[in-house]
């Protein structure tokens, strides 16, 4: 069985395998819902903030969420920081990691009782990531160094990261970005947490950031995977699209069967 979201492009054979393992599913009347947890889990150069009207949704929807601040001062630091947060949420929850955000969950989620990894146009943590182009030519252009720290062109950001964005919110959202460091994030196969965990992939079709292609190519080691013709940050721009899916409905609503 296939799913796409929004009418997003059919054929592929990557797009949708859905499982029928632990997913908590939103039923078709939107009655109740069995996610009671959620810790969301920011990219690279963003903070805990991008994650603010997802929040607001999944609390409306009755979800208790956290999203975590990343120090953004080294892969270690950050994975201590997401399984500190993980651990604080009890069990049980579902953990959401955006693009960079990707790695950090699939390091800081092992062994630990989670319910369901999510990625949003994300890297595994494989070591066959590195097989694939890791930013699109748009974002490798707007990419600075500065001593030990790679920064992005906030001008150029607004455009690679947020295109589904009007120019005001997104040059807004561009200048909250922060520096990464040189440091690469190194996760070996055997702590990749998604050999234990059921997983989603959300590919993001219209990514300026991350190719679709390559995020394909990163899915196919998820339980299930969803194509979305969204920008590199539905979390800013579809916020409330995005708390659906997360809790294992359809941005309408109406559940995923």
Request: net charge negative.
């Amino acid at each position: 069985m296939s799913c796409f979201i929004d009418g997003a492009e059919r054929g592929s054979k990557s797009a949708c395998r859905l499982s029928r393992d632990r997913w908590p599913r939103r039923p078709l009347d939107g009655t109740s819902c069995t996610v009671t947890k959620v810790v969301l889990i920011h990219g690279a150069w963003h903070g805990a903030w991008c994650w603010d009207g997802v929040v607001a949704e999944l609390q409306h929807r009755g979800v208790e969420a956290a999203a975590v601040e990343l120090p953004l001062t080294g892969f270690a630091e950050d994975v201590a920081a997401a399984r500190s947060a993980i651990q604080a949420a009890g069990g049980d929850a579902i953990v959401v990691g955006h693009s960079y955000g990707g790695r950090v969950i699939t390091q800081a989620a092992t062994g630990l009782p989670v319910a369901r990894l999510v990625y949003v146009a994300a890297f595994l943590g494989d070591p066959r990531d590195e097989d694939v182009p890791a930013t699109s030519s748009l974002l490798g252009a707007s990419l600075l160094i500065d001593g030990l720290e790679l920064r992005v062109d906030p001008q150029a950001a607004a455009a690679v990261f947020y295109g589904d964005a009007d120019a005001q919110a997104a040059t807004a959202w561009a200048a909250r970005l922060r520096p990464m460091p040189l440091e690469g994030p190194s996760v070996s196969d055997a702590e990749a947490a998604w050999r234990s965990i059921p997983s989603t992939y959300l590919v993001c079709t219209n990514d300026q950031a991350l190719p679709p292609v390559s995020q394909r190519k990163m899915a196919a080691n998820a339980s299930e995977v969803i194509e979305w013709p969204t920008d590199h940050s539905p979390f800013l721009t579809r916020p409330a699209e995005l708390a659906e899916l997360i809790v294992g409905g359809t941005p309408d609503g109406r559940g995923r069967r």
